[in-house]
């Protein structure tokens, strides 16, 4: 196996980096702020679902209390509905950067890695044979410092996209958290003893990844990518 160390060190960071970066700006800084008025939007429908009653009861008694009740219920649904469509956009955009990470490695792995007469054979397309055969030369991407927030993000895509089995099981171990309502963690009771059950994280439910967290697995990226450069580079293989 032999690499051109410069220009892989240059590729990690264009346009790998590049892309990463774009990815995850445009999340944070595009979409999510989509959803920062949804309060406001949600009092809005109350009033309008209040006015909507109102009219069609116009010529009959009213029950003002009634109204303003079903009225109130229509502006916590759009509410509760909006809330987990923001969580569940942040759920999958989370899934979306670890398969967008892995594609690249898979670029590196089937143009640079891969004799040119394997690069289209699927069956290769594996990241426990990727990293055999970075192995045979030297190289260990499990032990870069970054590694470990990365098989993170690896199990917490695999959550999101299939639910309830043995990624969910090995994220349980490390973020349990996670696996929590952020309103609901300062209870110690639930902080202990979390509801477990999966059903459909790309809802927004059952899975809560929050900003904080996406920024982490973006750093964790791109520092692999630096660790990664670094290593190579050093190695000059």
């Given at each position: 196996?032999?690499?051109?160390?410069?220009f892989w060190?240059?590729?990690?960071?264009?346009?790998?980096?590049?892309?990463i970066?774009?990815f995850c700006?445009?999340?944070?800084?595009?979409?999510?702020p989509?959803?920062d008025?949804?309060?406001?939007e949600?009092?809005?429908?109350?009033?309008?679902?209040?006015t909507?009653?109102?009219?069609?009861?116009?010529?009959?008694?009213?029950?003002?209390?009634?109204?303003?009740?079903?009225?109130?219920?229509?502006?916590?649904?759009?509410?509760e509905l909006?809330?987990?469509?923001?969580?569940?956009?942040m759920?999958?955009?989370t899934?979306?950067?670890?398969?967008?990470?892995?594609?690249?490695?898979?670029?590196?792995?089937?143009?640079?890695?891969?004799?040119?007469?394997q690069?289209n054979?699927?069956?290769?397309?594996?990241?426990?044979?990727?990293?055999?055969?970075?192995?045979s030369?030297g190289i260990?991407?499990?032990?870069?410092?970054?590694w470990?927030?990365?098989?993170?993000?690896r199990?917490?895509?695999?959550?999101?996209?299939?639910?309830?089995?043995?990624?969910?099981?090995q994220?349980?171990d490390?973020r349990?958290?996670?696996?929590i309502h952020?309103?609901?963690?300062?209870?110690?009771?639930?902080?202990?003893?979390?509801?477990?059950?999966?059903?459909?994280?790309?809802s927004g439910?059952?899975?809560?990844v929050?900003?904080?967290?996406?920024q982490?697995?973006?750093?964790?990226?791109?520092?692999?990518?630096?660790?990664?450069s670094?290593?190579?580079?050093?190695k000059?293989?």
């Open positions: 196996m032999w690499f051109d160390p410069l060190s240059r590729y990690f960071k264009d346009p790998f980096s590049k892309q970066t774009a700006d445009s999340i944070i800084d595009r979409v999510l989509a959803f008025n949804i309060d406001e949600a009092e809005k429908v109350a009033e309008q679902e209040y909507r009653i109102g009219n069609l009861s116009a010529n009959e008694y009213v029950d003002i209390e009634k109204i303003a009740e079903s009225a109130q219920d229509a502006g916590i649904e759009y509410h909006l809330s987990r469509a923001k969580q569940g956009l759920n999958i955009a899934a979306g950067l670890y398969h967008l990470f892995e594609q690249q490695l898979l670029f590196f792995y089937r143009r640079q890695v891969l004799h040119t007469s690069e054979d699927t069956k290769l397309f594996k990241l426990k044979e990727l990293k055999t055969r970075l192995a030369g260990d991407i499990e032990k870069l410092p970054s470990p927030k990365i098989n993170e993000l199990l917490v895509a695999n959550t999101v996209k299939h639910g309830e089995g043995d990624s969910a099981e994220l349980r490390i349990q958290d996670l696996f952020p309103s609901l963690r300062s209870n110690d009771f639930l902080a202990n003893n979390p509801h477990y059950t999966i059903y459909m994280p790309m439910e059952d899975i809560f929050e900003v904080n967290d996406f982490k697995y973006k750093d964790a990226v791109l520092g692999f990518w630096e660790e990664f670094t290593l190579i580079l050093a000059g293989i």
